[in-house]
């Protein structure tokens, strides 16, 4: 056996609490080596032991396989647990508790009887298995019922609100805890769930699922049980405690929203008068409420913002208000603050007191009575009023003294206040009486008031007469300021023979009707004046009205009406447009209506007469006499055309400048108002527009070059026509527009040359180009025409005819003058008779398939026989006058109902007749289109073009078409 050895090293155990308290331990190990004689089954046993069992249990057995002269044992002495000596077998012999020993470790040592040095080892591990023994409790917070600090703020969601640690020493589905809420969730307020398990430490959390309202509940009281999973589980029971911490989340409520309180007005001030109350189910702060103001009606009133109490805060006077309102809040003193939603309105209804005396109105009472008055007439009537209501306001009238005549002569009703006499005056003496009245109100302490009404008693007063109740006259615009205006049938006057004295004395003056005070009257003679300057053309007839009275105190009068009628006199000058244009058609006649001047005179009648007359005139550079060209009305500024003016052979046009002016035939009266200047003047420009259109020679030149023409060659076409005597063409430009492809022609300016300016392309087998012919002129004028060249192709004789027998045996139109076979081959001479024929038969080909590029007409189909022809309706035209050139869906409109169609054209505008072309100059044709029936011999009419005579190789020409129907032999118009 080898020597054993030996293994030293220290323990030591601390007190956790106090670190100052410790103990240590030397342990010895030694290791000794075993005998290789013995050998154990297993280097390790494994057991299993239910806990909690009591007495002895056998557990397992360990055994020696080479040998069974053994003892066996512990290697030391284990609580609990024995090993038989002969068997091997392992007991127990006390109950262990798996919470606090899961498993046992220990050697078991096997020796040989006879041997002490023989000997081995071997390792037993018993494990406890698990008895659901243990109840789970709560290990954080620690105790039966757990009060959270800092409790819940209401109106809020928490999905993690509080952690609750629980312990269950068990393990498995016994040591697996399930947490319940049974009592006091309110409302599923809280919830709790399992979150974490560490080894035997259980968390579960609550959560708040729905916002608590702390109005409602302030106190959440939990009761949650936590259970085990075992098969016979074990429950505990804890209570949680959550306060809802209060949140601003509760307006203030006003008890009252509405309310009236009836107030003396003598009340005094601070005097309680009302109270607001509130509520707010909010807590501390938020609960507190204080009371504003918002309306306090003009400061009367004041409030207690901690008790809401109301109190006058000025004098209430019912007279200067009857009724006062304020508006009163309630406010909560939170962070932030909230005010009840709804405020209150009080309303204070004033009662009166008798604090006001009668106060007269109408003041000072004086009255003018004749001695003729009648018994009992109305005299005069008084009246007072009186701030306070109700009976307090009622008044009541009385005479309480009188002077200056006799006692009882006058009477008052004592409710209305109306003064009466009880009897005639004639025996009265003239003079003033005067009568104390004196007004009391109702009210239980009656006040009162005194005032003095003085009545005139005079002599009978009669109104003036007018001699005649109407005056009028006429005068010019002219008459002078100042001066005076006699009327019809005379001048005013009244008269008053029937008083004496001051009812006598008459005085005059204008009462309405006089415009801007055009006029005065005299007030003592009656005499009317003008006053202001007048102007007929702004006010033509004034009429007012006159009155007449006398300067008693209580005066008399009469009144009369007045007409004046104001004349004009020649103060405007004539007034014409600055500018006018005209435009006057080559074509027009004699007597042709150039311009109708239209003058504006504000007079009237014979002052508005005018004569019109020339003035200096240019025509072109030259000035002359406009008498030389046109003729004018000197009474109706009507100039027409002359026939010196008319020149058919005109090839350009030219632009006319003159003056016209014109002048009243009646002298100008220069008057305050008059603005009048004399002759007024007018520039006419007019444009004596030729029609005269530019062409070409031709309208469509056809040739024919060969394809290898050389660059230069210029081609057989004059595009000039020729001049005449009677008409010399003007100086044209010609240019290339359209067709002109790769610019492989060119024109030259100066000579109208076209020629070869590039090579000609080889895919190209026809040209077609588009000539436009221009002049220099006022009006820009364009003509068009069109030159179409034909490429050949160059062969050699022999592939010539075979190409040409080739072509006539394709060609549609050749066919039709007959088949040419060639078969074999011929002598020279009859080779050089068939080239001629060949030659001849491709000149005509070139004419047929030239005609074919022409574009084809659509030639109107013969009617049916059983179908009758629709009349044709010709358009009325209105000659000499100009129609009226609308624009957009209006032109339209007018060209349908006329029965015309119109689109402009950026080009020439033509005039072809059935017998040859006649053109119409654009200018013309704008002015007046309508005479286009000038154009016309007798028995033509206007209609329709056939297509066929409308060149299609000028796509781009837009056409405007005067459109009837009509036979398709008659004139044809287009613009």
């Known amino acids: 056996m080898e020597p054993s050895s030996t293994i030293a090293f220290d323990i030591t155990a601390r007190n956790v609490g106090d670190a100052s308290m410790f103990d240590t331990s030397r342990v010895h190990i030694t290791i000794e080596r075993p005998s290789t004689n013995l050998n154990f089954d297993k280097t390790l046993y494994e057991f299993t032991v239910t806990e909690n069992l009591e007495g002895q249990h056998y557990i397992g057995s360990v055994q020696v396989s080479n040998t069974s002269d053994v003892i066996y044992g512990l290697t030391f002495d284990i609580p609990g647990i024995s090993v038989d000596n002969e068997t091997g077998n392992i007991y127990t012999s006390s109950p262990f508790d798996r919470e606090l020993t899961p498993v046992l470790r220990f050697n078991v040592l096997a020796r040989s009887e006879h041997n002490v040095e023989a000997f081995a080892f071997t390792t037993a591990m018993v494990k406890i298995e698990d008895v659901n023994d243990v109840t789970p409790y709560l290990k954080d917070p620690i105790g039966p019922v757990f009060t959270v600090v800092d409790g819940l703020r209401e109106n809020v969601v928490n999905d993690s609100f509080l952690r609750i640690h629980v312990y269950d020493g068990d393990e498995g589905n016994n040591g697996k805890i399930l947490f319940t809420i049974i009592d006091g969730n309110y409302n599923d307020t809280f919830d709790i769930r399992h979150v974490e398990q560490n080894d035997n430490d259980i968390i579960g959390m609550i959560s708040v699922n729905a916002s608590a309202d702390r109005e409602e509940r302030d106190l959440f009281t939990l009761i949650v049980t936590v259970e085990d999973m075992g098969s016979v589980s074990l429950t ?66 004041s409030i207690d913002e901690n008790t809401g109490s109301i109190r006058t805060a000025k004098s209430i006077d019912r007279e200067a208000a009857d009724q006062h309102i304020i508006i009163a809040i309630a406010e909560d003193k939170g962070v932030p603050s909230r005010q009840s939603p709804t405020p209150q309105i009080i309303t204070f209804d004033v009662e009166d007191y008798n604090d006001n005396e009668p106060q007269f109105v109408n003041l000072p009472y004086f009255v003018v009575l004749p001695k003729n008055a009648t018994t009992h007439s109305v005299v005069i009537q008084v009246h007072a009023t009186d701030e306070d209501v109700d009976r307090n ?4 009238y009385e005479i309480i003294g009188s002077g200056g005549c006799s006692y009882g002569l006058f009477v008052i009703d004592q409710s209305d206040g109306t003064i009466r006499n009880t009897r005639r005056l004639y025996n009265e003496p003239t003079g003033v009486c005067r009568l104390s009245v004196r007004a009391t109100d109702n009210g239980i302490i009656p006040l009162s008031k005194v005032e003095q009404v003085e009545v005139n008693i005079t002599e009978v007063n009669n109104p003036p007469e007018f001699e005649s109740n109407l005056y009028w006259q006429s005068i010019p615009e002219n008459h002078p300021v100042g001066a005076t205006v006699k009327t019809e049938p005379n001048n005013p006057k009244a008269h008053d023979n029937l008083d004496e004295g001051e009812n006598a004395v008459i005085v005059y003056e204008i009462l309405s009707g006089n415009n801007t005070d055009l006029f005065t009257i005299d007030s003592n003679t009656g005499i009317i004046s003008l006053a202001e300057p007048l102007d007929r053309e702004t006010l033509d007839v004034v009429r007012f009205s006159i009155v007449a009275r006398d300067v008693s105190p209580v005066p008399k009068s009469n009144t009369a009406y007045v007409i004046i009628n104001i004349t004009d006199v020649n103060d405007n000058s004539p007034e014409l447009q600055l500018f006018h244009e005209a435009i006057v058609p080559q074509n027009s006649r004699p007597g042709y209506i150039v311009a109708e001047l239209n003058v504006r005179d504000d007079d009237i009648g014979e002052n508005t007469d005018c004569f019109f007359a020339f003035g200096r005139a240019r025509f072109g550079r030259e000035e002359k006499s406009p008498l030389t060209y046109f003729d004018i009305d000197d009474t109706k500024g009507i100039i027409t055309t002359k026939d010196a003016l008319y020149d058919q052979n005109l090839t350009s046009s030219i632009s006319i400048e003159m003056i016209v002016v014109v002048s009243n ?20 420009d007019v444009l004596f527009a030729s029609q005269y259109i530019p062409s070409c020679a031709k309208d469509v030149y056809f040739l024919s070059i060969p394809e290898d023409a050389n660059i230069g060659m210029k081609l057989n076409v004059t595009l000039k026509p020729e001049s005449n005597n009677s008409r010399p063409q003007p100086d044209l430009i010609f240019s290339i527009t359209e067709g002109n492809v790769d610019n492989t022609f060119g024109l030259d300016i100066e000579t109208s040359d076209v020629s070869i300016r590039k090579e000609l392309k080889l895919d190209v087998q026809q040209y077609n180009l588009t000539i436009e012919a221009t002049v220099d002129d006022i009006l820009p004028k364009i003509g068009t025409c069109f030159i179409i060249i034909e490429v050949e192709p160059v062969t050699t004789t022999a592939s010539m005819t075979t190409n040409i027998a080739e072509h006539l045996t394709t060609d549609k139109q050749i066919s039709e003058t007959g088949l040419v076979t060639i078969i074999g081959t011929a002598t020279l001479s009859a080779v050089l008779f068939l080239v001629l024929i060949i030659v001849s038969t491709i000149c ?132």
Do not use: C
Request: no cysteine; glycine share 4%; net charge negative.
């Open 844 to 975: 005509y080909g070139k004419n047929v398939m030239l005609r074919n590029q022409l574009p084809k007409h659509n030639a109107p189909k013969k009617a049916k026989k059983e179908k009758k022809a629709k009349p044709h309706k010709t358009p009325k035209w209105v000659k000499g006058r100009p129609l009226p050139r609308p624009e957009g869906e209006a032109e339209k409109e007018v060209d349908e109902k006329m029965g015309i169609t119109r689109e402009t054209s950026k080009r020439s505008r033509y005039l072809r007749y059935m017998d040859g072309p006649k053109h119409l100059s654009s200018s013309s044709w704008d002015a007046d289109y309508n005479e286009v029936e000038d154009y016309l011999e007798p028995g033509q009419s206007v209609g329709l073009v056939p297509d066929y005579l409308i060149p299609e190789i000028d796509y781009d020409l837009p056409k405007e078409e005067i459109a009837v129907e009509a036979p398709q032999s008659a004139t044809h118009i287009y613009i």
């Open 665 to 684: 035939q009646q002298p100008i009266v220069q008057t305050h108002i008059s603005t009048s200047t004399g002759p007024a003047y007018t520039w006419i």
């Open 393 to 396: 306001a009622d008044v009541t």
């Open 236 to 301: 505990s029971t804890i209570t949680i405690e959550i306060r809802i911490i209060d949140e601003n989340d509760n307006d203030p409520h006003i008890t009252t929203e509405t309310e009236i309180v009836t107030l003396q007005e003598t009340v005094p001030i601070l005097t309680e008068v009302a109270f607001v109350k509130a509520s707010d189910p909010d807590a501390g702060v938020n609960g507190d409420i204080i009371f504003k103001l918002i309306d306090d009606a003009d400061g009367h009133f």
